[in-house]
């Protein structure tokens, strides 16, 4: 049942605020969530509610109605829904569909014919079988790192091939990268287009979050680091501190008691970044103005 509570929650694991600027978040018994946080509080409760609702079954039928009914919140006398509910509709009803076409009663049964690894020479690892559902076809593997993760923190994975495990590399990830200098663009324009927050194409997205999980790669490698504790320290920073906005909190900021990089991560950012002795944004303001690609997708 874990297992496939996060298959179909990771599935539609996207920007889920809308480009108008309507943002995803309200409270929820008492607790203010926001984006990716709401979405997950959202789906607990409805498990809790439901515990048959994420099966196959259930996805194979889901109606773009019912995402609207189920990710939506009241506030202030409005109702929000999470951002196109239709294409997570369809996500999911593609994820169900083809489990039922495989024979599959739930996703636990790929982590079984992966047998633990994450690539495999037959074409059977985890990231090889997961391409063939519409969510997790990102070629950069965002998504399919993602539900990876999950599972081996709740002890559902093994995996074999520790050294084919990656970041799940999303806006936030992308963002740091750039800012930090992890990754270096030397084309001006494309510079420019991300401090302009300018469109990019699927390819270019694809281009730059490959170059990207590639040196974060070299960073775990050399580092000898959990691929999951880099994942949890670059996402919580960047929604905390290095925030899409051309003043991120470097330094001398009006520090959020609640915090989850220090509550959750017990790590020290009060009055300052922790990447700030490594961080070429830090010192040098044409790094700290650059964004993540301007791109609407459901890969990440």
């Known amino acids: 049942m874990i297992a496939d509570f996060y298959f179909f929650v990771v599935s539609i694991d996207h920007r889920t605020s809308s480009p108008n600027g309507t943002a995803f978040e309200g409270y929820l018994e008492g ?11 959202l789906a607990v409760r409805k498990l809790k509610e439901d515990p048959d609702f994420f099966t196959a079954e259930k ?15 009241s506030t202030n006398e409005e109702r929000v829904v999470i951002y196109n509910p239709q294409e997570r509709a369809e996500l999911l009803r593609d994820l169900g569909e083809q489990l039922l076409q495989l024979g599959y009663k739930s996703s636990i049964e790929l982590v079984n014919r992966s047998k633990g690894n994450v690539l495999r020479n037959e074409g059977t690892g985890l990231l090889q079988l997961l391409k063939n559902f519409k969510a997790y076809s990102d070629p950069v593997s965002k998504k399919s790192f993602l539900w990876i993760k999950f599972l081996m923190g709740r002890g559902l994975l093994d995996i074999q091939d520790s050294e084919n495990l990656n970041v799940p590399v999303d806006n936030h990830l992308s963002r ?10 030397k084309d001006k324009e494309i510079r420019d287009r991300l401090r302009q927050e300018q469109p990019f194409t699927v390819s270019e997205d694809l281009e730059l979050r490959e170059a990207i999980r590639n040196a974060f790669k070299e960073i775990l490698n050399y580092k000898k680091l959990k691929f999951n504790e880099l994942d949890d320290l670059f996402w919580v920073l960047g929604r905390t501190h290095c925030i899409h906005s051309k003043n991120p909190l470097c330094q001398d900021f009006d520090h959020n008691p609640e915090c989850q990089l220090r509550v959750v991560l017990k790590v020290n950012c009060q009055q300052y970044c922790p990447l700030g002795s490594c961080c070429r944004g830090f010192k040098e303001i044409q790094y700290r103005e650059l964004l993540e690609p301007n791109i609407r997708t459901f890969f990440y």
Not at 31 to 41: I, T
Not at 59 to 73: H, N, P, V
Not at 176 to 185: E, H, M, P, Q
């Open 31 to 41: 607790e203010f969530f926001h984006g990716a946080d709401l979405l997950y509080a």
């Open 176 to 185: 740091i990268a750039l800012r930090t200098g992890i990754v270096t663009v």
């Open 59 to 73: 996805m194979a039928q889901i109606s773009d109605e019912d995402i609207g009914e189920w990710l939506s919140i």
